[in-house]
């Protein structure tokens, strides 16, 4: 069977602007980024989605290498649907090739979890993804722990990472982008095995 030529679409969720930019919220845009450097590109605007996005590939050079978008949707994280549905339409890739990158609260600072499909766990910007697209698609889950004491959860994830998390955040955002390469290369079992601590 011939290998498909599909595109793979990396979506990063977070919110738009400087002032959202270190939030734990925003760890998805974090690995985005890293992974556009990794390719030598630069997002750019997208006209046809609300969106910054880059073409390229990842992985090895040549035969190895697969053929990749990332994006980062420009609207607010409870309104990411829109634009991905938007990009997935666009480059004409299907819903088994999106990978969603994404903070999550049940799981310990810096763990990831790979996994396909599933409930939304109160995340806002998965919660608009699977209202528009009603299909499971991959998720890379990048744990950032849950609030202390009473604090609220939206306070919680709309905040910058502590001095202390900061300390080891480049190193989890490098083995996050890992991952994300692992998934379209290998598949996901492959991808758990290495990266699901």
């Known amino acids: 069977m011939a290998a498909t030529t599909d595109p793979w679409l990396i979506a990063g969720l977070g919110n738009p602007g400087p002032g959202y930019a270190g939030n734990r919220h925003n760890v998805g845009f974090m690995v985005a980024d890293l992974l556009a450097?990794?390719?030598?590109?630069?997002?750019?605007?997208?006209?046809?989605?609300?969106?910054?996005?880059?073409?390229?590939?990842?992985?090895?050079?040549?035969?190895?290498?697969?053929?990749?978008?990332?994006?980062?949707?420009?609207?607010?994280?409870?309104?990411?649907?829109?634009?991905?549905?938007?990009?997935?339409?666009?480059?004409?890739?299907?819903?088994?090739?999106?990978?969603?990158?994404?903070?999550?609260?049940?799981?310990?600072?810096?763990?990831?979890?790979?996994?396909?499909?599933?409930?939304?766990?109160?995340?806002?910007?998965?919660?608009?993804?699977?209202?528009?697209?009603?299909?499971?698609?991959?998720?890379?889950?990048?744990?950032?722990?849950?609030p202390p004491g009473r604090m609220q959860v939206a306070d919680y994830v709309l905040r910058d990472f502590s001095t202390t998390e900061r300390k080891e955040l480049d190193y989890f955002v490098d083995r996050a982008a890992d991952a994300c390469e692992s998934l379209v290369a290998d598949g996901l079992e492959r991808a758990q095995s290495t990266y699901n601590s």
């Open 37 to 146: 450097s990794r390719m030598g590109a630069t997002f750019k605007s997208h006209k046809a989605a609300r969106a910054q996005v880059v073409e390229g590939r990842l992985g090895t050079p040549g035969v190895d290498s697969t053929r990749v978008v990332l994006a980062k949707p420009m609207s607010y994280m409870n309104v990411s649907g829109g634009p991905v549905k938007g990009l997935l339409d666009f480059y004409g890739v299907p819903v088994g090739r999106l990978v969603v990158v994404h903070d999550e609260l049940d799981i310990d600072y810096g763990t990831l979890r790979l996994k396909l499909g599933g409930g939304d766990n109160g995340h806002n910007g998965l919660k608009s993804i699977t209202k528009v697209l009603g299909s499971d698609y991959y998720r890379v889950r990048f744990g950032v722990g849950r």
